[in-house]
């Protein structure tokens, strides 16, 4: 029967039947300039507490070479342009496969980067996705309400396109007019359009400026005739009113007094036509603001996009419910 005392003697005995096992090596040697000066305490001892030390400084790295690190660290900054800021804030996009593609930055027609992911930011606040399949309904979301911008600049740009210049074509076309009508029609058919109307106030006033003075040019010659001949039919009767050189004092007068009497009354008529004209070019504004040949289009586009909208809303709705109802902690009965 062996005892406690028995049991440790033979605890301490060597076997000399059992064979040596392999002798351990020498453990790794450390390089004391790697690692750094030991610490010590006030005494010039190392202290003696169980926590390893520490090294003083990165292994391998001289204190020059930390020194240009962090000098080369200085230096990237990141992106400095507008531009370059605007693609670099997409990158914060952690599941972007669609919203990548959604804004055009290439090509002559060119949309804002950063506006589209203000707009994906304020959906992500709103409706909080979670995990790959929310956040992709919440980027599409945003795609159908980003395309429905693009749709409103399209329309605005078919408008400012077809509307662009009417008033200035309208303007030429207008003189053109005029310059046939002078040519081609009476004096009494140029008070049907404002131009005609102010051509005949221009001759009357140039008119009555011009035979006061002693010798009449040959241009108010010319007008004085086409006036007495084709319009002014109170003055037909008078003999004196195509001189060589100047009009009598008497027949002064009685130009002055007919062209007074319906100067007024041209002047009146004049500015009604010009309102009249005015409100005939803005209703053909109007009707040109509207894309009648690409209604249909335009209507297909929006309603497809606004199904899309729908059906991504519903799933994003059907996706947060399951979630929540899978954590929902459910009661057990009372065994």
Known sequence: MSTPDSESVNERVPNPSAKPGPKAGPGPTVDPE???????????????SGAP???????????????????????????????????????????GMLAREVVIT?????????????????????????????????????????????????????????????????????????????????????????GGLQHLVDVMTNVKEGIQVPELSKEVKDQLTWL?????????????????????????????AVIDRRLPQLIRMQIRAAELEKEQLEAKIDAAALPLRRLDRIA???TSNDRELERSLKRLDMLQQRRKASSRIWPTKAS
């Open 228 to 256: 007495v001949d084709t319009y002014l039919d109170d003055l037909a009767e008078c003999p004196d009113l195509r001189p060589a050189v100047s009009l009598a004092p008497e027949a002064v007068r009685q130009v002055i």
């Open 34 to 48: 790697r690692i750094g000066p030991k610490k010590v305490n006030g005494n010039g001892e190392p202290p003696r």
């Open 300 to 302: 297909r586009y929006v």
């Open 106 to 194: 290439r090509g002559d027609y060119r949309e804002d980067a950063v506006a589209f992911q203000d707009l994906l930011d304020a959906l992500v606040e709103l409706y909080r996705p979670v995990g790959v399949a929310e956040q992709l309904e919440v980027e599409n979301i945003a795609k159908c309400y980003w395309r429905k911008i693009r749709e409103v600049r399209y329309t605005n740009a078919i408008t400012r396109r077809r509307t662009l210049g009417m008033r200035q074509r309208e303007g030429w076309r207008r003189v053109e007019e005029l310059v046939v009508r002078l040519t081609d029609c009476s004096a009494a058919e140029l008070e049907e359009t404002a």
């Open 53 to 95: 030390e520490l090294p003083a400084g990165r292994p391998g790295i001289s204190e020059r070479k930390l020194a240009a690190n962090r000098a080369s660290a200085q230096k990237s900054t990141g992106p400095t342009s507008e531009e370059g800021k605007a693609r670099s804030r997409m990158n914060a996009l952690t599941h």
